[in-house]
């Protein structure tokens, strides 16, 4: 078959500010008055952050050699349309940074010590680091940044070391990072090797129109009716430098392991399978936009488990299950090879933010793929590799390999590998599915989609289809909350008191308490203190957002590293949302627009 393979990228990125304490609350405001808001995967500040240090500019820089795009690009342009592999959009600079060799050290007032290094690629669009010794005993962090503060990772430890003994980073859009590592006064001599520094020449911007025109949002109405489905799709890179798109699957495994499924011609194999980088919840804020992604919630790491070239499908258990905050879903599955009467696409165009695509005709059988003629509303573009498409039940029935549909003549053929070809692949553990999401061996080829937590062999009928957006996600651990008193000093009534906000705080000593409401506010808004009540510690925005994704969004921002825990209670439905924070942690801000199933 004459596949094209849909192999591009154009990710773009949303800015954490570093802020001190006293101003942040009212930077929160301004913040959380927009729906596109930016969320860190930063749980720490940086200890140059927190701690008086030399300044940045007498820190050790090191530049990289001219990179040039003009003939990358060139070089871009002559690969064949039809094509197998990845799409680039970083190159490579082989170097060789260590903790001896390289950057600056210092010792701070604490006795602890801090190493910093500038790296510097000019013309960069991002950059993104492959360290190939990453040895970090206990008490020992490491960060990178932009030197402006305003994109900051980390802090990754030893439990990020993945099985090759490395780390690879997430992309920041920057031509100059900062690398920091803290150690502590107690903590053993760590190691480090950075030798890989990736050069992106692909233009990223949260504001550009990226993907084609004919794309739907998924935070759009077209949407409802495929969350969960929407909820499983992310995006990867691979060594740094290319991309394609998957899905987390299922399995009947009681562990629930993190198993993400895309196409055999991405690139993975046993040897760079642990550079993978998987971004979640890529998506436009806004319906319609195209654009304006936030690439925060990122994960790194995984280990080859199966491939078949001939259905083309790829499946990989990532080193660590999503965090919570992510709020992802195992997508169910299909592997029965009943010919699907229409299916639902959801993508990352280009790698761009993810879509969502409808053909309502019964599908081609071609023996190893599903043939779909022409998407009815969306298509695919270069980057949507690997991405499932699911039947009218909600269930993956086929991984896209490739094809001709694009914005530009949308009416071309796509190509999906298909799922029960995948089940038994070439007859082997390392090349079918079947062993991986069925290790008991109880034969049944479909399975519903989970959530994290969730009963990993449940009912295959799956229940939720595409004419219902019910899902029961918003009940986290814990129970749903008694209504409360809305004249309690305690607790913050919202939305003409439909929605009940109440704070539970825990200090390192062990002091407890709940937070009390500021009086001052609005319906849709409210500020809590914990200790004092001059000194203002969290903000809690609960918005309509029912015109743009059929949900209620729950914001909140925080100035504390104070073990807490935020409770939300919808009073109509009885569904409650928990957010909490680490003791220790400075609090991350809060952006959840998929918390509350509760329109109108």
Same mark, same amino acid.
Request: hydrophobic content about 35%; charged content about 20%; aromatic content about 8%.
């Given at each position: ?30 913040? +959380? ?31 990289? $050699? ?18 197998? @592999? ?48 990453? *040895?970090? /005993? ?86 409802? @009716? ?19 798109? @998957? ?76 965090? /919570? ?11 029965? @090879? ?71 003549? $949308? ?60 899902? *029961? ?6 129970? /749903? ?51 004092? /009540? ?8 609960? +918005? ?57």
């Amino acid at each position: 078959m004459k596949h094209a393979p849909r192999l591009a990228i154009h990710p773009t990125f949303r800015f954490y500010k570093a802020l001190a304490k006293k101003s942040m609350i009212l930077v929160a405001v301004a913040m +959380l008055a927009h729906a596109s808001i930016a969320r860190a995967r930063m749980t720490r500040l940086p200890e140059s952050f927190r701690q008086p240090v030399a300044a940045l500019s007498s820190v050790a820089q090191v530049e990289m $050699p001219w990179v040039d795009v003009a003939s990358l690009k060139a070089q871009d342009a002559r690969r064949p349309a039809i094509r197998g @592999g990845l799409f680039r959009f970083a190159t490579p600079i082989e170097v060789s940074y260590t903790l001896t060799d390289s950057g600056s050290w210092e010792v701070l007032a604490d006795g602890s010590r801090l190493w910093r290094l500038r790296i510097v690629s000019p013309g960069a669009l991002s950059l993104n680091l492959g360290i190939l010794d990453f *040895d970090l /005993p206990a008490e020992t962090s490491l960060w990178i940044y932009s030197p402006d503060g305003e994109h900051i990772e980390g802090p990754y430890t030893t439990e990020h070391r993945n099985a090759a003994g490395q780390f690879w980073t997430p992309m920041i859009a920057t031509d100059e990072l900062v690398v920091e590592v803290h150690v502590a006064v107690s903590a053993a001599e760590p190691k480090i090797e950075i030798g890989r520094v990736n050069h992106g020449y692909r233009f990223f911007g949260a504001d550009a129109l990226k993907q084609g025109t004919c794309q739907n949002d998924v935070v759009c109405s077209e949407g409802n @009716g495929w969350r969960d489905q929407i909820r499983s799709v992310g995006w990867y890179s691979v060594e740094g430098i290319g991309a394609c798109t @998957g899905s987390l699957i299922n399995s009947r495994d009681a562990r629930q392991p993190a198993y993400f499924l895309s196409a055999e011609h991405c690139e993975i194999t046993r040897a760079n399978a642990s550079t993978m980088v998987v971004y979640w919840n890529y998506e436009s804020p806004t319906c319609g936009r195209l654009s304006g992604g936030n690439v925060s919630d990122n994960q790194s790491g995984a280990t080859l488990r199966a491939a078949y070239r001939p259905s083309d499908f790829v499946l990989v258990e990532l080193d660590r299950k999503p965090d /919570p905050s992510f709020r992802v879903h195992y997508a169910g599955w299909d592997a029965t @090879g009943q010919t699907p009467n229409r299916v639902v696409g959801v993508h990352h165009p280009n790698l761009d933010e993810k879509s969502i695509s409808f053909e309502n005709d019964r599908l081609f059988d071609d023996g190893t793929h599903w043939e779909l003629a022409a998407w009815d509303d969306g298509t695919t573009e270069p980057g949507s590799s690997g991405s499932c498409i699911f039947n009218s039940a909600g269930l993956c029935v086929g991984t896209l390999t490739g094809g001709y549909s694009e914005c530009g003549g $949308p009416a071309g053929p796509d190509f999906y590998g298909k799922m029960s070809v995948h089940w038994t692949g070439g007859g082997a553990r390392n090349n079918r599915l079947r062993d991986w999401l069925d290790p008991t061996g109880t034969g049944q080829r479909t399975l519903a989609g989970s959530d994290p937590g969730g009963d990993p062999g449940g009912d295959d009928d799956d229940d939720d289809d595409d004419d219902d957006d019910d899902d *029961d996600d918003d009940d986290d651990d814990g129970g /749903p909350v008694e209504p409360g008193d809305c004249a309690s000093p305690n607790i913050l009534c919202l939305q003409n008191g439909r929605f009940q906000v109440s704070v539970d705080w825990t200090t390192a000593d062990g002091e407890s308490g709940q937070a009390t409401e500021v009086p001052a506010g609005s319906d849709d808004s409210g500020l809590f203190w914990f200790f004092t /009540p001059e000194n203002w510690e969290m903000l809690v925005k609960v +918005l309509d957002g029912c015109a743009i994704n059929q949900r209620k969004w729950v914001f909140s921002a925080a100035t504390t590293d104070t073990a807490y825990t935020l409770k939300v209670l919808d009073t109509a439905t009885g569904r409650t949302q928990r957010y909490s924070n680490p003791q220790g942690t400075a609090a991350a801000a809060i952006t959840d627009t998929d918390a509350f199933a509760s329109c109108p």
